[in-house]
């Protein structure tokens, strides 16, 4: 598996961000898929879940915020961001849930003014 997320950048408090993620995978499609976030100094945490059926789940701390989101055809994942806030500051990946060693670099949202 290889991933690739893009999309990050600086942005203000209260502005939005949509990352992309890429995948090299054989079967895309029957898989769950994830974005997951790792802040300075912090364990890497989950964010979204989408399943394979479509069906979505977030963390609470991001949740009416962000929409995780997939297109099998093109094997990518998308995350839309709304009202960010400085504790959304991460390094954002997207993985498989349960999620495989291939975590790929990531890419770095960094809210602020």
């Known amino acids: 598996v290889q991933l690739q997320a893009s999309g990050g950048g600086l942005v203000q408090p209260g502005g939005s961000l949509t990352l992309s993620c890429a995948a090299t995978?054989?079967?895309?499609?029957?898989?769950?898929w994830a974005w997951y976030r790792q802040a300075p100094g912090k364990q890497r945490e989950l964010v979204a879940t989408i399943a394979s059926y479509g069906v979505t789940d977030y963390a609470d701390s991001v949740k009416g915020r962000f929409t995780i989101s997939r297109a099998n055809a093109k094997r990518m994942v998308y995350l839309e961001m709304n009202s960010l806030a400085p504790e959304d500051t991460a390094v954002y990946y997207c993985n498989t849930r349960p999620n495989s060693d291939s975590w790929g670099q990531g890419t770095q949202v960094t809210v602020s003014s």
């Open positions: 995978i054989n079967i895309f499609s029957d898989k769950n």
